[in-house]
């Protein structure tokens, strides 16, 4: 028979097999996550720069649609003009006319105006005059078809940073080659820009302006902190406010985050589940392998079971057959040894039948009144012959007064006559051999001690398994199939009993087969 792999080979083999490629499937995943974060980052910077361009786009249609009002109503008094724009555009604190160097022709304020006295002539006049270059640009994108407005940086002390001017240039026909608005920029995002914001961040977004300077929002679609707006962006028309997005209920740091940590947890696991298959498949092909080697093991000793007797048995029936025995006590000696190893093959047999039928589902057991005193009795009797060929003196003690149990009477001569024959087996030395039944806690007890080799602790758990021998000593050097204690075990669950084992390394062995209470049979 093919010797089965080395474990340890095959540990090795799995390893290379599977948790190498898991190795490698975990350090690109890992490796991955920091791009998709980055992904993740952009696709949201990427919505951020959409909402920014349709807020600005719609605070620049609102300006320009301000200066296509003013444009169209020149032949009015400038102040007619600006109350036209209306009390929605009350963000307008002042419009002036201005000729090519930026000189004022005409300014009207909003008299209701709670900025008015920020914006003086003389402190307007003073940022248009620096600005004659940008006045003349805006006259060549008139010229070319194109009006633009721009924002002017107004760079006077006196003027916060709140008031923006636009300016636009007007058709060459007119006197006045320039107009222009101051708008409060505050009072613009509440009412211009704070609209808009609803309208574009729908249930999935947070969004809000703030100054650069300031800390808290001028407008906002939900209450929030400039700290929690991550992301944000100047607009067109007021570079020193800010637009901030962030999603609603979290934020994609926190996305981020937490699909870092989901990723993390399930490679975690996915690493554990192939360990935990590694493991299953290592301990289920090392028990095959197991059960290769002690099968392989178990066709060896029966092999030698069944050789042994059957050569006895042949060579002292071709001696009688020759005649070359004279004498009659010698033939009867022959007989005997004849007839013990015939018993002995045919108690191998049996327990290899036996296990066939076990393996296959098929033994059957007949339940009936049984006195456990006969049975025990009745076994030593049978064994007497083959106990005192072995220099064994048995030490029988049958407790009286136990009550009949419910069992099969032959499984249980069977079970008795494997833990005898194991005793004769690993008892080198010191010939003893108890056999005693006696009342326990939990039922009835049969006891079969011996005083020879003794099982280890690690093998106490494991000797009652199919094929299974002790790989070491005494125990192992001593030739059997491996199948008696299984059989054992097999017959006492079926009698809803259990075997019991103590055992001392050099000091022998202690069987017990309890039989439980329920078996009890109540005499008529």
Do not use: C
Request: no cysteine; aromatic share 8%; hydrophobic share 40%.
């Amino acid at each position: 028979m093919k010797t089965p792999a080395n474990p340890a080979r095959l540990a090795i083999i799995l390893l290379l097999l599977v948790l190498v490629p898991a190795l490698m499937f975990t350090v690109y995943e890992l490796t991955s996550l920091s791009t998709t974060e980055q992904l993740l980052d952009e696709i949201y910077t990427r919505q951020l720069d959409a909402i920014l361009f349709s807020v600005n786009q719609h605070a620049w249609d609102v300006v320009n649609s301000w200066a296509n009002t003013v444009a169209q109503r020149l032949e009015s008094s400038p102040d007619s003009v600006l109350r036209l724009l209306g009390t929605q555009e009350s963000a307008v604190t002042a419009l002036f006319y201005a000729d090519s160097l930026g000189r004022i022709l005409h300014l009207s304020r909003k008299a209701d105006s709670s900025m008015r006295q920020l914006v003086d002539s003389a402190d307007l006049a003073g940022v248009l005059s620096r600005q004659s270059e940008y006045f003349q640009r805006l006259t060549r994108y008139v010229r070319s078809g194109y009006r633009k407005l721009e924002p002017i940086n107004a760079e006077n002390p006196r003027w916060n940073k709140q008031h923006v001017i636009v300016a636009f240039a007007l058709p060459e026909q007119q006197e006045a080659l320039t107009a222009g608005f101051v708008i409060h920029a505050d009072a613009f995002i509440r009412m211009v820009i704070g609209p808009k914001l609803l309208d574009v961040a729908g249930n999935e977004f947070v969004l809000g302006v703030l100054a650069k300077e300031n800390a808290e929002p001028i407008a906002s679609t939900s209450p929030v902190s400039a700290a929690e707006l991550k992301q944000q962006r100047s607009l067109w028309l007021f570079p020193d406010h800010r637009l901030g997005i962030r999603l609603k209920g979290t934020t994609v740091a926190d996305i981020v985050r937490g699909r870092t940590t989901q990723n993390t947890i399930l490679i975690i696991l996915l690493n554990l589940v192939l360990l935990a298959g590694v493991w299953f498949v290592y301990r289920t092909v090392r028990r095959e392998m197991e059960l290769v080697r002690l099968k392989s093991d178990f066709v060896s000793n029966v092999s030698h079971e069944l050789r042994t007797p059957l050569a006895l048995i042949r060579m002292f029936a071709e001696t009688l057959e020759m005649g070359r025995i004279r004498g009659d006590e010698k033939k009867m000696e022959y007989y005997s040894t004849i007839v013990k190893e015939s018993e002995r093959l045919t108690r191998l047999v049996n327990n290899i039948l036996d296990f066939s039928r076990m393996e296959a589902g098929k033994k059957q057991y007949n339940f009936g009144e049984t006195d456990i005193n006969t049975v025990v009795d009745s076994v030593v009797n049978t064994y007497s012959y083959h106990l005192q060929n072995h220099g064994i003196e048995p030490v029988v003690r049958l407790a009286e007064g136990l009550p009949v149990i419910k069992a099969d009477s032959e499984a249980v001569t069977e079970a008795v006559i494997n833990l005898i024959d194991n005793a004769i087996k690993y008892s080198k030395d010191e010939k003893f051999l108890r056999l005693e039944t006696k009342m326990v806690k939990s039922g009835i007890a049969v006891e079969v001690e011996d005083h020879g080799t003794g099982i280890a602790a690690e093998h106490q758990k494991k000797i009652f398994d199919t094929f299974y021998r002790v790989s070491a000593g005494l125990v192992h050097n001593t030739k059997g199939s491996g199948l008696g204690l299984s059989l054992v075990k097999h017959i006492m669950d079926a009698h809803g009993g259990n075997v019991q084992l103590e055992s001392t390394v050099g000091k022998g062995s202690t069987f017990r087969l309890v039989f439980p209470t329920e078996t009890f049979q109540t005499k008529n």
